[in-house]
């Protein structure tokens, strides 16, 4: 041990002291500045579950490798990140004593190997990262870039240490080859050894290369334990916990369910809630839990999200990315405001801090913070603009992607909810749509009444619940689409008309039934829904009376009915077994209870809903339902769990579009870009978006006038009705197993529409095809220029 090796062995250990002192008390802080949030019980176990989905999602980076060019060289850095640890701290001894080597398994064969492989992966890994940062630069694709808003600087800096900590450790390992200290095998050195063989024979470059690796290192944790929103860094450490305690400890991404609104860990009760005492959403950043604090802390700025948002990739100013950095800027910023005890009252009004000079010590940024709204426009001093917060149509894509778990969708609806309810500040459109539901039970505002006109021009006769339920095996849930929007109507049509010829006994509640409150929910107006679901919830329970739990079956046909009935009703008392009529539909065929006999020999698409696809993971059944009806399947470019959002969801099916591109027309879009002959779906108000997509295509000269929009269930009944044979009568006998795919009783099918009926597409088994958009406004309204 030479004098130089304990010069660079002091500075060394200094550095290492001051680095390891800063960035265990930025660990100490940051630990408590996300204790800030509102408590969250939920996520406190079971632990072997949690603990597996963990290890599943990190060892095998099964939600980082969505992103197939990106996952591999993320799984070397992090691996060379996580056991390149042991070649750092082995550093402290090679730097006084070149021959130092960990007892035991220092010259073992495999640690060498082991050592060769984290030095290459993470040199590897660290430079195709930055690579791929560069290539997707927002310089060269403007907004359509996943990193434009991101820090490039802080990634860049990670990168440079994870390069330089790689190089470090084939320096050490090269030059202790070429001074005689080690002679490992070719096959556990294969760069390194040949490396060695052109380096000269110094055991102080051993030393050398052990500081510049150690160096590195402590650099890194001294400048991210002075930066704390450096979520690029700190996700090296808080993706473990973000991943333990997501929503779900089944492993299952914050989708489907909306998280309860919650006061103080608890879901509010409205009747014993008190707006003075509960939190109704999040009006303030400390309104959030400590989970969408450890959120904030722990997002990457990848990118992932924002990718995937149709807000964002239609010019909106929504980047749920940009959310997320923008809260966590602003809770870290308001931070030392809440540790020395602030807090405001619902008026604004400081009721945390007393005294003669209550803001003696704390920072003047913090204060200044915290006198921003949390929802406000840039005049305001805003953290989230509103445009910002009412863009979202809760589809879900930015939660399906992230590789670190962080639940956008509940914290953009928490912050509406607060908007709603406490604020009374939310899209004028929306005004409507709350009173309908709570006065008529629809969005739509029409008569309970009505609800079952859609059963007028059936040839046979739809049984109505008249309080037994028989010997039905379904309740079928019609929803307010199906019974009051024109379009929707033939989906329903068509449902009642396959079960009918499957012989399926089912019933429905005619004006017993109600919305679900998933508009309400959605955007924020937790109050409504709960009055709707409660009183579903007691229909239904009284419709099911008696019957086991097992044999309480609902069929829907509406994707955002569906995820209400099957994964929020049950948190109100509401279970039940609830499928899709595309996966009911399917599972016929495949009974052969349902035969098409002429096939629709035309192109397809099919558009996945959100809320069926990506909430509930139901992606084959309506493809099978397509190849079934014998239609050529052509998917577009984005589907599955990375399918483009309508553009309806999150109650944006009544509001306006007046930002950017409409999302319904960039859906469109791409659906024409495969030449289909119609364009399937398998929820009404995709139906409803895309038909208005494609009238507004047709009106420009951009699609043609045959492309039309239907329902996965209209293919399969137009190839099982035309299998009947044209003008051929089926008798009211058939039933399942006996002339499968026979129209309903007495029904003609085929041959001319009735006098001055307009005769629709192959699909359109009623022989009407729908009404032009611009004739008849249903949906999102569209604009003038949209029509030209």
């Not at 060289?73 to 001894?93: C, D, I, K, T």
């Not at 997501?246 to 492993?251: L, N, T, W």
């Not at 035309?602 to 397509?626: I, M, Q, S, W």
Request: aromatic content about 8%; glycine content about 10%; hydrophobic content about 40%.
């Amino acid at each position: 041990m030479g004098a130089l090796q304990i010069t660079m062995g002091a500075i060394g250990v200094a550095a290492s002291i001051a680095a390891w002192f800063v960035f265990l008390s930025g660990v100490v802080r940051q630990v408590r500045i996300i204790r800030l949030g509102q408590p969250d019980a939920t996520r406190n176990g079971p632990f072997v579950p949690r603990m597996r989905t963990l290890i599943k999602e990190f060892a095998a980076h099964t939600r980082m490798n969505k992103f197939r060019h990106v996952g591999p060289w993320h799984w070397l850095v992090m691996w060379g990140f996580l056991l390149g640890s042991l070649a750092l701290f082995e550093a402290y001894g090679e730097i006084f004593v070149p021959e130092f080597a960990w007892p035991i398994i220092g010259h073992w064969a495999p640690w060498q190997l082991l050592l060769e492989l984290l030095g290459l992966g993470t040199v590897a890994g660290g430079i195709a990262l930055a690579i791929i940062r560069q290539r997707n630069h927002p310089r060269r694709a403007d907004q359509q870039s996943r990193f434009a808003g991101s820090n490039f600087a802080a990634a860049y800096f990670v990168e440079a240490v994870v390069v330089i900590e790689g190089l470090g450790i084939l320096g050490v390992k090269a030059f202790k080859i070429s001074s005689g200290i080690e002679d490992p095998a070719l096959w556990t050195s294969f760069v390194t050894q040949p490396l060695a063989a052109v380096l000269p024979s110094a055991t102080v470059a051993v030393s050398v290369m052990a500081l510049i690796k150690l160096l590195s290192g402590m650099i890194w944790l001294a400048v991210v334990g002075r930066n704390l929103t450096w979520g690029v860094a700190w996700h090296r450490f808080s993706a473990f916990f973000n991943i333990y305690f997501k929503r779900s400890d089944d492993g299952s991404v914050a989708l489907g369910a909306l998280k309860p609104m919650m006061s103080d860990g608890k879901p509010v009760d409205f009747d014993e809630a008190d707006p003075e005492e509960d939190v109704f959403g999040a009006g303030q950043v400390e309104d959030f839990s400590w989970k969408g604090w450890l959120d904030f802390s722990t997002c990457t700025e990848c990118g992932r999200c924002q990718s995937q948002c149709p807000a964002w990739n239609t010019g909106k100013p929504l980047s749920p990315k940009l959310l997320i950095t923008q809260l966590r800027d602003h809770a870290y910023a308001k931070a030392p405001y809440l540790m020395a005890g602030g807090k405001k009252d619902m008026t604004g009004e400081e009721i945390g801090l007393t005294g003669d000079n209550p803001h003696a010590g704390i920072d003047v940024l913090a204060l200044a913070e915290s006198e921003r709204p949390l929802v406000g426009t840039g005049d305001d001093g805003g953290v989230i603009d509103p445009d910002m917060l009412w863009s979202c149509t809760s589809c879900g894509a930015c939660v399906e992607q992230c590789p670190v778990d962080i639940e956008h969708v509940d914290h953009i609806v928490d912050m509406r909810r607060y908007q709603v309810m406490i604020e009374s500040n939310f899209p004028t459109e929306l005004n409507g749509m709350f009173k309908n539901l709570e006065n008529k039970g629809n969005p739509w505002g029409q008569n309970a009444k009505d609800r079952l006109a859609w059963t007028e021009d059936l040839d046979f006769e739809v049984p109505v619940f008249d309080g037994e339920l028989g010997d039905a095996e379904y309740l079928f849930w019609v929803g307010c689409a199906g019974a009051f929007e024109d379009r929707a109507k033939k989906t329903t049509r068509a449902v009642a008309e396959l079960l009918h010829h499957a012989g399926v006994k089912y019933t429905v509640l005619g004006p017993e039934e109600t919305c679900t409150g998933d508009p309400a929910r959605r955007a924020g107006n937790e109050f409504v829904f709960q009055m709707l679901a409660q009183q579903n919830v007691e229909v239904l329970n009284s419709v099911f009376e008696g019957v086991e739990q097992s044999k309480r079956k609902i069929v829907v046909t509406c994707a955002h009915c569906f995820n209400t009935l099957a994964n929020e009703y049950p948190e109100l008392g509401g279970k039940y077994e609830v499928v899709h009529h595309t996966q009911l539909l399917n599972r016929l065929v495949r009974e052969k209870r349902l035969t098409p006999m002429a096939p629709v020999a035309e192109d397809v698409t099919y558009h996945d809903p959100c809320f069926l696809g990506r909430h509930n993971k139901v992606y084959e059944a309506p493809r099978e339902l397509v190849g079934a009806s014998g239609a050529t399947m052509r998917e577009m470019p984005r589907h599955g769990d990375r399918s483009m959002c309508c553009g309806a969801g999150g109650a944006r099916m009544w509001m306006e579009e007046r930002i950017g591109k409409r999302i319904n027309v960039e859906r469109v879009d791409e659906a024409l870009g495969t030449a289909p002959a119609k364009i399937a779906t398998g929820c009404p108000f995709c139906r409803v978006m895309l038909n208005d997509g494609v009238t507004s295509r047709q009106s420009d000269g951009a699609a043609s006038e045959d492309v039309e929009v239907v329902d996965v269930a209209q293919l399969l009944l137009s190839a099982v009705k035309r299998g009947a044979g044209d003008g051929q009568k089926v008798p009211a006998s058939v039933g399942a197993g006996e002339a499968d795919g026979a129209a309903g009783a007495g029904q003609e099918v085929g041959g001319a529409a009735g006098a001055g009926q307009e005769v629709g597409g192959e699909a359109e088994a009623d022989g009407r095809a729908d009404v032009p958009t611009d004739e008849t406004a249903t949906g999102t309204p569209q604009p003038d220029e949209d029509k030209k």
